[in-house]
């Protein structure tokens, strides 16, 4: 029990458990007991709608409990190490090698080192061929699995794509055979084996792979001729008939996005060639007006949340957005319950949407035109027409909007210095825009990342820039922008990006650089307070592993890590826009 610490530690409410509609079931009844983990802290995991999916979905299933577990902060952590006593579930305060499966959700390769850390805290052994039928199965789904394989030694299997459908053979499957396995009867090679038939699971060692002698990847294939040699992601065909969590928890404690979660669609209409997003949730499907009307009404009945965000990848685009503002702001109009959105396309404020967009957000507007000039945004295939947005603009200002935020990537293939020049140029007219209606210029803030050239993406066989380069970069940017009072320019991490990068990029080998870095102290990257880039360069360095290696620009007939996984969007696809990158000088 953490009652006697939760005196001495910051934010105690964040490990009580026991929040308004959260799931109370019988622990010792239930046949098949479910632990889901987010490696980050409580504020953070419970701002996850995924998270909240899973754990809904399964405590509907009469002989499954579904428990959760958040990354304890630093002196939750430091006072159990030091009692000797093992992380518990914030339900019933369940240990975690008391659950037959425990689920992680991987939304950034940042957090790889919380997920070691939360096993170890649940005295787990990190690597899966040390594991047996007497600890629970780990399996690995999120975001992250687009490539899996850096993570490939601690996970018992992945499940790639969404869940809904799917989390529900799983448990079958285990239902099934869980009495001959755990009398072992039935071997863990074996059980996997019976899970590999399940359309999204992979299961990493039941996979063999060889490399020539520059590193790359000569040899991946099966073990077994009844293991796929190809991955297909798992979609829910259908939005409207899928399981949405309705009894929406209420913490005790201020989470990161604090609010209802209304997702109305899932895909994108764009096809913008930097994003894994898109392919992420590929193909593109709607979630029609009366079904996301009839979900807020019941999800602010249950709650009395007085603020809803429009969930998906680019809100603006669905084809009844109009329809769908104006039905949320007719049922709560008299609840003073505020909407929020997304950034939003300059289309979508012309005609009826801009007043409707005007009343939900009426001070700010965050758009990503992703490059400051024509030609970069021409390469990455971005959707934006900057003659149409100056004029939407210009309306929006006049309507009473004082702030705008912008997104911008730099690291971009191809780019020169005049586009960097033109990315401050591009910022500095947002701003003095607004003098044309009489008003002072916009404070316009300017969010600057680096492209990390991702998995699955069109984009995926061009290297990455280097710390300099970044670094470079970043300091021209800031020095352009000194005379320009209304804009404050942020910069990711670049440290962090580089990381990121590897990480997502990455192949087996990278498993031992994780376990080496953890065994160093390492753990929430994804933290500025905590990130240690020195203990991963030496992780990397004691390993004899490069990690310019992984950054690196790729030919498009190499193996890469990741393509085993059959996404719906076929290699060749994304061979011919990459090739239409290079065309663009």
């Known amino acids: 029990m953490y009652e006697d610490l939760l005196l001495k530690v910051n934010k105690p409410s964040q490990y009580m458990g026991q929040e308004i509609n959260s ?39 009469p002989d499954v409990v579904c428990e959760r577990f958040f990354s304890p902060q630093q002196d939750m952590e430091d006072a159990l190490r030091r009692e000797n006593r093992q992380i518990l579930s914030l339900d019933s305060r369940r240990k975690l090698n008391e659950f037959d499966l425990a689920g992680f959700s991987l939304g950034s390769e940042l957090d790889y080192t919380n997920v070691l850390n939360i096993l170890e805290l649940g005295n787990i052994p990190l690597k899966s061929a040390e594991r047996d039928y007497r600890q629970p199965l780990v399996i690995g789904g999120g975001p992250c699995t687009l490539n899996p394989e850096p993570l490939h030694a601690f996970f018992d299997l992945f499940f790639i794509g969404e869940a809904e459908e799917a989390a529900l053979e799983i448990i079958d499957l285990y ?11 039935l071997s863990k090679e074996e059980l996997l084996l019976k899970f590999t038939q399940i359309e999204g699971v992979y299961v990493p060692s039941l996979y063999e792979i060889s490399y020539d002698s520059q590193g790359k990847i000569e040899k991946f294939q099966p073990k077994f001729s009844s293991v796929p040699a190809k991955v297909k992601k798992r979609f829910v065909k259908d939005l409207n008939s899928a399981y949405y969590p309705k009894d929406w928890l ?46 807020a009404e019941e999800l602010y009945h249950n709650t009395g949340y007085e603020e809803i965000s429009l969930g998906g990848l680019s809100v603006s685009d669905h084809p009844q957005i109009e329809k769908i503002l104006k039905g949320l702001m007719g049922l709560f109009d008299t609840k003073a319950v505020s909407l929020s959105l997304p950034s939003v396309k300059a289309k979508s404020l012309v005609g009826d949407a801009s007043s409707l967009i005007a009343k939900v957000k009426k001070t700010g507007l965050t758009f990503a035109p ?53 990315l401050i140029d591009f910022s500095r007219r947002v701003s003095e825009l607004r003098k044309t209606t009489g008003k002072p210029a916009a404070s316009v803030n300017v969010s600057i990342n680096t492209l990390i050239p991702k998995p699955h993406t069109a984009l995926q066989w061009f290297a990455m820039p280097d710390l300099e380069e970044i670094k470079s970069k970043q300091e021209y940017l800031r020095e352009k922008a000194k005379k320009y009072r209304r804009l404050n320019l942020s910069f990711h991490n670049r440290a962090m990006s580089i990381l990121e990068g590897v990480l997502s990029r990455g192949d087996r080998r990278l498993s031992e650089v994780i376990y080496s870095v ?40 190499d193996i890469l890590p990741w393509d085993f996984i059959d996404t719906g969007v076929a290699k060749g696809a994304l061979i011919a826009e990459f090739d239409k990158t290079i065309a663009i000088k």
């Open 175 to 185: 239902r099934k055979h869980k009495d001959e396995y755990k009398a072992g009867k």
């Open 250 to 295: 209420l913490p005790y404690v201020q989470i990161i996005h604090d609010r209802l979660s209304l997702e109305i669609m899932r895909g994108c209409p764009n096809r913008c060639r930097f994003c894994q997003a898109r392919q992420q949730y590929f193909p593109l499907r709607l979630r029609g007006t009366e079904n996301v009307l009839a979900l």
């Open 23 to 61: 799931v109370k079931k019988d622990f010792t009844a239930a046949n098949i007991r479910f632990a889901i983990a987010f490696a980050d802290l409580y504020e953070v995991g419970m701002s996850n709608l995924g998270l909240r999916i899973i754990y809904g979905l399964l405590n509907n299933i």
């Open 518 to 557: 953890f065994k160093s102290g390492a753990k929430f990257d994804a933290w500025s307070n905590y990130f240690n880039f020195d203990k991963w360069l030496a992780a990397f360095n004691s390993l004899k592993i490069e990690p310019r290696f992984y950054m690196s620009q790729k030919d498009t007939g």
């Open 370 to 422: 992703e490059a400051g000039s024509e030609r970069l945004r021409d390469m990455l295939a971005k959707d934006f027409n900057s003659a149409e947005f100056f004029k939407s603009l210009e309306q929006a200002y006049s309507a009473g909007y004082q702030h705008v935020k912008l997104y911008f990537m730099i690291g971009l293939p191809s780019e020169k210095e005049d586009d960097l020049d033109a």
